[in-house]
Each structure stands twice: as structure tokens, then as C-alpha cells.
Nanobody, 120 residues
Framework: QVKLTESGGAVVQPGGSLRLECAAF????????MNWHRQAPGKERELVAT????????TYADSVQGRFAVSRDNFMAILYLQMSRLKPEDTAMYYC?????????????WGQGTQVTVSS
């Protein structure tokens, strides 16, 4: 059974830093591209960062470019999101998302989320 478990969410002051982790179980982690999404109350879900299966290529939303960094450890099957210079508008539930393929069938798996609150 596939399970993605996020951790690391917390309450942090503006300008602070956090590192989120997503531990993957039950899937061939190195065959999946991975994404971080976030959703704030009353807002649409936003794709924050993506990283390819090898960890060589990453992309970021304009809103976090230069402040967030996504990485992965394929041996340990863990996805990371290093967040710095946090702003109140970064407050949201953060979700990790695995995307893979079984032939022509796309596979999507989601974690339950971890809450990040940026507040003084």
C-alpha cells in the first residue's frame, strides 16, 4: 500500500525558515516525479515546486522562487522542501504528491498534508 507522510509543519515568524519532509512507502520512489502543493483556506490549491525522478530538474511557482528549494533522497525515499524568508502568505496546508506511470496509466498519490503557519 502506498503512503506519503508529510512532516515538519509548524508555526514560524515571518522571515523564518522551515524544512518539510515527505516520507514515501510502498512505491518505487525513484520512478516518480514529486511535487509540493499548498492550499490556504478559501483559496485554490497551488503547485509550489516540482522535481524530476532523478532530482536533477526542479521548478517553482513564482511566489516562492528564490525562497524555497525542493530536493529528494531516492535512497531513503524522502522528499524535502526547504523554505526560507517565509511570509504570512505562505500559510497553508502543504501536500506532497507523487506522479508515475504504469504503461499508459498515470499514477497519482497524495499525502495528508502538514500545516505551515507564518505569523508574528
Amino acid at each position: 500500500q502506498v503512503k506519503l507522510t508529510e512532516s515538519g509543519g509548524a508555526v514560524v515568524q515571518p522571515g523564518g525558515s522551515l524544512r518539510l519532509e515527505c516520507a514515501a512507502f510502498g512505491l518505487a520512489f525513484n520512478r516518480y516525479s514529486m511535487n509540493w502543493h499548498r492550499q490556504a483556506p478559501g483559496k485554490e490549491r497551488e503547485l509550489v515546486a516540482t522535481i524530476d525522478s532523478f532530482g536533477h530538474t526542479s521548478t517553482y511557482a513564482d511566489s516562492v522562487q528564490g525562497r524555497f528549494a525542493v530536493s529528494r533522497d531516492n535512497f531513503m525515499a524522502i522528499l524535502y522542501l526547504q523554505m526560507s524568508r517565509l511570509k504570512p502568505e505562505d500559510t497553508a496546508m502543504y501536500y506532497c504528491h507523487a506522479v508515475g506511470w504504469d504503461g499508459d496509466t498515470r499514477l497519482d498519490y497524495w499525502g495528508q498534508g502538514t500545516q505551515v503557519t507564518v505569523s508574528s
